[in-house]
T-cell receptor
Framework: DGGITQSPKYLFRKEGQNVTLSCEQN?????MYWYRQDPGQGLRLIYY???????QKGDIAEGYSVSREKKESFPLTVTSAQKNPTAFYLC????????????FGPGTRLTVT | DAKTTQPTSMDCAEGRAANLPCNHS???????VYWYRQIHSQGPQYIIH???NNETNEMASLIITEDRKSSTLILPHATLRDTAVYYC??????????????FGQGTTLQVKP
């Protein structure tokens, strides 16, 4: 089955700890994205990557870091510098060029206390 | 990317067609209209997209007005599983730019028995 996997589904951390969220895709997509969703809100773009070994900041990159060493993988690290890390995190991937839809993973719900 | 306006909520009877409107009066010529939906606590699901012509797939139909300033998503026979938040998004796709999707508040569709 082709798709995007995110793990874990739920994650709990203490304040001050860094945490890494996993995102893997087997759709052979070049582009990958990380979004954050807060309760009752739409999605906001954190980071995106159009190709391996390259990535750009989205609208709310502060306190986050990413890497793109493999086409299939785009892990997101939530650092202790992120002021309000508790949120629902969604990873997506797409082809590149015009008119490519994004496919989303099931999400990771992070709670920091 | 152009902004969109959608009603906050709508109801639909099970088995009837659900017609979800979207206004995008500032859409530019190279921007597509995308529709996604998000069932509670899941990742968004791509439904359909179009540029000028009406589109149909196994999930829905997309009707775009001739001036492209508005569109309607049609779910021909709504079921209880179609209860979700529906997002109308205008984007240039992934043509060398971010591919960012701007998710607004969307329309909460409640399908009732």
């Amino acid at each position: 089955d082709g798709g995007i996997t995110q793990s874990p589904k739920y994650l709990f951390r203490k304040e001050g700890q860094n945490v890494t969220l996993s995102c893997e895709q087997n759709l052979n997509h070049d582009a990958m994205y990380w979004y954050r969703q807060d309760p009752g809100q739409g999605l906001r773009l954190i980071y995106y990557s159009q190709i391996v070994n390259d990535f750009q900041k989205g609208d709310i990159a502060e306190g986050y870091s990413v890497s793109r060493e493999k086409k299939e993988s785009f892990p997101l690290t939530v650092t202790s510098a992120q002021k309000n890390p508790t949120a629902f995190y969604l990873c997506a991937s797409s082809g590149t060029g015009f008119s490519y839809e994004q496919y989303f993973g099931p999400g990771t719900r992070l709670t920091v206390t | 990317d152009a902004k969109t306006t959608q009603p906050t909520s709508m109801d639909c009877a099970e088995g009837r067609a659900a017609n979800l409107p979207c206004n995008h009066s500032t859409i530019s010529g190279n921007e597509y209209v995308y529709w996604y939906r998000q069932i509670h606590s899941q990742g968004p699901q791509y439904i359909i997209h179009g540029l000028k012509n009406n589109e149909t797939n196994e999930m829905a139909s997309l009707i775009i007005t001739e001036d492209r300033k508005s569109s309607t998503l049609i779910l021909p026979h709504a079921t209880l599983r179609d209860t979700a938040v529906y997002y109308c998004i205008v984007s240039r796709g992934n043509s060398g730019n971010t591919g960012k999707l701007i998710f607004g508040q969307g329309t909460t569709l409640q399908v009732k028995p």
